[in-house]
């Protein structure tokens, strides 16, 4: 039964999706508004399916099926009640499963909150993208990742998940929050796509999807903490980030969606910075399906990679098709992202966000590199190599940097243009502040240049994320902390910390 349930579940998402992706295309090309709205019942399609499926794999281990090959292999009489319900995601084909159980809610998302603009071509395009990857993600749950295969013979127990999986309470919250980041980042992407296809590449699409970029770096932000605060309580690293191949393939999106979350204020301002903007955007959601392929392939070693599977090529040919795409909608339009505007200065909020960019941009790749670098070495010369800490810590410790000192300078720099005595006004109280912790750090026994350095940095970063607060606390009160620029300041403080 349960494995009825869930075939049919499953199915029905692939059925509603190619649906919704041919009725959207009909209707996109003949201009009829009828058949855009009904985006919503499709929508509402693939949600179901995704429930009935996600609901009968769950009943099937907490029942204890194991007449299911991912119960019989996963599954335990033994595994305690709430590790049991974490399973699901615990291997491969679960995994997929709770992707496609988080995107389906996405998209049912994004129907009701432009429920009163379905006809609209650029919330057309964005759905038709969403459902392209939807079919891309239930297709797997048909093929290659299936997890409803039975078998003819059914065991009277099974091994359970990875012992490591199920000796700490974190492991049954830290996948779905990464989800929700990681998918949640389809639903930008797929604006930016419909942005690029309409040709309405002003900054109306930036305003609709900046509460969903910031919703989905924030819970892949706590994913990611609460993945290393695991790493740390279980594997014993001595640290919170080990450069482990898994946590870097989370980290990547990381990287590129906080320079998009820098760079988009830029164009919201002055028009600026289009090509960056949809660049980054794009990266961060090719890059959760690279990190996708790199955990669910078997290609790179990890304590906490899944084994070899057959849908490695299937996500490296998606990410392949996502890149291509991109780069082609990107160069068709590229007379049109060029921006009236310029930089004026260097010395100015725009140049230190392009700098920003750039310094992500290279953290980005340097990660990327270490990461892959083992498999191209492996493709080239037969011989796998191992690519350890020491070469993250030496090669991002002067970007680290780099990114304490702009920390500290962005937030006080003006718009357009910056005079030598407005720097020096407004970065007086920080500077004092960065000299007053270096000094508090020697005498707490810090040594050697960078961690002096650092300390320094960290506490001029700190004084000019302060002294913003301060002054619009004297503006507006307590109302002065509530907004998008304060609200940032408040994060730097805690990435300083």
């Known amino acids: 039964m349960n494995a009825a349930l869930g075939t049919g579940g499953v199915v029905l998402a692939v059925v509603a999706s190619i649906g919704a992706i041919t ?10 508004r009828a058949l855009l709205r009904m985006s919503r019942t499709y929508a509402l399609m693939v949600l ?101 295969h039975t078998l003819a013979t059914v065991p009277s127990d099974g091994p359970g998940p990875n012992p490591l999986l199920q000796n700490h309470p974190l492991m049954a919250f830290h996948p779905p929050m990464l989800y929700l980041g990681y998918v949640g980042f389809t639903v930008p992407f797929a604006f930016a796509i419909a942005a690029l296809v309409t040709g309405r590449l002003g900054e109306g699409w930036l305003v609709e999807t900046r509460r969903w970029t910031l919703f989905a770096w924030t819970f892949l932000t706590i994913g990611i903490v609460l993945g290393a605060w695991w790493s740390h309580e279980v594997l014993g690293w001595g640290g919170y980030w080990a450069w482990d191949p898994v946590e870097n393939a ?19 301002r002055r028009g600026m910075l289009r090509v960056w903007n949809l660049s980054l ?5 090719a890059l959760t399906i690279l990190g996708t392929f790199l955990t669910r392939s078997g290609v790179l070693d990890s304590v906490h990679a899944f084994s070899d599977s057959t849908i490695g090529p299937l996500l490296l040919g998606f990410f392949g098709v996502i890149v291509a795409v991109t780069v082609g909608l990107v160069g068709w339009r590229g007379d049109r992202l060029r921006s009236p505007a310029r ?62 000192f702009l920390m500290a300078i962005a937030p006080v720099l003006p718009w357009r243009k910056a005079s030598a005595e407005t720097l020096r006004t407004r970065l007086l109280w920080p500077g004092w502040i960065g000299t007053a912790v270096l000094a508090l750090s020697v005498v707490l026994g810090a040594h050697g240049f960078a961690p002096l350095l650092a300390f320094f940095l960290a506490g001029f970063a700190g004084g000019s994320a302060l002294r913003q607060l301060v002054l619009a606390t004297r503006r507006q009160s307590w109302r002065g902390l509530v907004g998008r620029t304060n609200g940032g300041m408040v994060v730097h403080l805690g990435v300083l910390m």
């Not at 399916?49 to 991912?70: K, N, P, Q």
Request: net charge negative; hydrophobic share 55%.
């Open 23 to 32: 009725t959207l295309a009909v209707g996109l090309a003949g201009r009829n």
């Open 48 to 148: 179901g399916g995704a429930l009935v499926s996600f609901a009968a794999m769950e009943r099937a281990l907490i029942t204890r099926d194991f007449s299911l090959r991912y119960v019989a292999e996963h599954g335990s009489r033994a595994t305690p009640a709430l590790y049991n319900v974490a399973t699901l995601w615990s291997a491969l084909e679960g995994s997929i499963l709770l992707w496609g159980l988080i995107l389906s809610f996405y998209l049912v998302a994004v129907v009701w909150k432009f429920r009163t603009r379905l006809e609209d071509p650029l919330v057309a395009w964005a759905m038709l993208t969403m459902l392209v990857v939807s079919l891309f993600f239930f297709a797997l749950m048909l093929g290659p990742a299936n997890p409803f």
């Open 250 to 268: 989370s980290f990547l999106p990381w990287l590129t969606g906080t320079a998009y979350i820098h760079s988009v204020m830029v164009q919201e």
């Open 281 to 285: 955007l794009c990266a961060t959601f």
């Open 343 to 404: 930089i004026d200065s260097p010395a100015s909020r725009e140049g230190a966000f392009l700098l920003n960019n750039i310094v992500f941009a290279a953290f980005a790749f340097v990660v990327l590199l270490g990461t892959v670098f083992p498999l191209i070495s492996e493709a080239l010369s037969e011989e796998r190599v191992t690519v350890g800490a020491p070469y993250f810590e030496r090669m991002t410790m002067p970007i680290g940097l780099t990114l304490l």
